[in-house]
């Protein structure tokens, strides 16, 4: 799903840019004491925490302990660790405003509140209490520290455990708040918008509803076509231009033609590598590289330059085309529209095949750094992600992914056998009729979009689809280049979580 690839990189180069520099500015200030103190305040936050430059006076950070495993009554090593969550109550009507509460996903919680400006906009109108809650070996959230991602720690990485460590945050916290009769509302995007609504099916007695934005809450259960999503990106470039497709398919039989003659000098010098491909494998990590970089293109094919999951411009999706057919030398152009993303601030001299990009249970990327670990086993154990590219119905080289080789992957690498089936069984799939009070958002530029519900099912469960809107546009804040679809969706999104909290308000006075 949508990771930081650029972004983990992007902070090793930053940090090192950033250190030269700050050293550069103190010899130049030593005779004003007033110079060197500004310049100490604006070191780049990359030296706290990675891809953060600034934290954001709307939130203040704060950590909960959190019990280790909630469903083991007997072990007498469990123990609790320090759960992190941002906290903003500048709008809130204390003691009876509505709570907000963000699920978060597979990342640093920082990055989802910096980039889900339209929770905190709703919070001034309906005077919220918003709460960011980060998940469990993400971020600064690890159960066993530095030994989290080792078997068997990383074993209590489960989404019911992450479920669970929500409704036991947002018990306590609304007794410590004094917020017991105040709605709660949950919000999450991609993998947190799936579990808003988990939360809303499993804890409807805690949540009185919930915007799942662009969950694949279907394809992620093991649901429909499994060439699907990489279809859905090529038809993202090919609305672009029918040229932009084919070209892109022409440059990758260009490239298997290279690597069938083993003539890797020559690829190495057409895709700027750092090292010459040496075997076949190296040449199936290159395609995995550049599928992936039209991938979060795709996803992140917003109106205006971003700097979320990566460093992008204004609809990527179209610079890419662009690239792709400014010139005769269709490597070279495959070459600079992959850098787009991996080489957006352009310090890079080469691309090394390794370190920009990391093969794992998720053929839509991982990510980097530790995080990526934490999807990786999530893939490989509950999150069903057997996505196929084949060169028929997209523009890429066929790569599979079948249940055969998740499980051997899985089972060397985590010593775990996924359970293909396990989230529709236990979230309900697509019989979810009987539920209620949940947004489902999803955008037509979105390649997840199709893994999610895109009718509604009922009148309280609500498929909101954006013509314009990429993966999670809703979720972002205001901007003067929002499409007026998205500016619909938001309205519709706020009269409904409106309705909820009057409702909910009402029940709650009778309890």
Not at 143 to 148: A, L, R, T
Not at 181 to 186: A, N
Not at 394 to 414: N, V
Request: some cysteine.
């Amino acid at each position: 799903m949508r990771r930081s690839v650029f972004e983990e990189l992007a902070s090793q180069k930053i940090l090192v840019l950033s250190r030269i520099m700050a050293k550069m500015k103190l010899l130049l200030a030593l005779t004003s004491l007033v110079v060197c103190t500004v310049l100490l305040e604006g070191l780049p936050h990359t030296y706290l925490q990675a891809g953060k430059f600034t934290r954001h006076k709307e939130f203040t950070e704060k950590y909960f302990t959190q019990i280790r495993d909630h469903f083991n009554f007997n072990d007498v090593r469990n123990g609790t660790f320090s759960q992190r969550y941002l906290i903003s109550d500048k709008s809130w009507k204390r003691g009876s405003g509505p709570i907000f509460f963000y699920t978060g996903n597979e990342g640093d919680i920082w990055d989802f509140a910096l980039n889900s400006g339209f929770i905190t906009e709703l919070a001034v109108q309906l005077e919220a209490l918003v709460i960011f809650a980060e998940h469990r070996y993400y971020g600064s959230s690890l159960p066993f520290g530095k030994d989290s991602f080792q078997v068997p720690q990383i074993g209590l990485l489960t989404v019911e455990q992450a479920l669970a460590d929500y409704a036991v945050m947002i018990s306590e916290l609304r007794q410590q708040l004094g917020a017991a009769r105040c709605p709660v509302i949950v919000f999450g995007g991609s993998y947190g918008g799936m579990l808003s609504a988990y939360m809303r099916l499993k804890y409807p007695n805690l949540v009185a509803g919930a915007l799942a934005a662009s969950a694949p809450v279907l394809s992620t259960a093991g649901m429909g076509d499994s060439r699907q999503f990489f279809k859905d990106v090529t038809k993202d470039f090919e609305e672009i231009s029918a040229d932009c497709g084919d070209a892109v398919r022409e440059a990758f039989r260009q490239l298997k033609e290279l690597a069938g003659r083993q003539d890797y000098s020559l690829i190495q010098s057409k895709m700027s590598l750092c090292d010459a491909p040496r075997s076949a494998q190296d040449i199936h990590q290159l395609y995995g590289l550049l599928r992936n970089a039209f991938t979060m293109m795709a996803m992140l094919d917003y109106p205006y330059s971003t700097h979320f999951m990566g460093d992008m411009p204004a609809h990527p999706v179209k610079v890419a085309c662009d690239m792709m057919l400014s010139g005769p030398d269709l490597l070279v152009s495959l070459r600079n529209t992959a850098a787009l993303f991996y080489n957006a601030t352009g310090v890079l001299e080469c691309l090394d095949l390794y370190s920009l990009y990391v093969e794992c249970a998720d053929p839509t990327g991982c990510g980097l750094g530790p995080n990526s670990l934490a999807w990786d086993y999530q893939a490989c154990t509950e999150i069903n992600l057997c996505f196929e590219s084949n060169n028929l119905t997209d523009m890429f080289p066929a790569m599979t992914f079948t249940e055969a080789e998740r499980e051997r992957y899985c089972s060397k690498r985590w010593g775990v056998l996924p359970r293909p089936d396990w989230l529709g069984i236990q979230f309900w799939g697509d019989a979810l009729s009987t539920a209620s009070n949940i947004i489902f958002s999803n955008g037509d530029l979105d390649p997840w979009a199709n893994g999610g519900v895109r009718k509604s099912l009922t009148s309280s469960l609500v498929a909101i689809n954006i013509p314009d809107g990429a993966h999670h546009l809703d979720l972002r804040g205001s901007n003067d280049d929002d499409p007026e679809s998205v500016i619909t969706a938001r309205g519709v999104e706020s009269k409904l979580i409106a309705r909820w909290v009057e409702t909910e308000k009402t029940r709650l006075q009778h309890v």
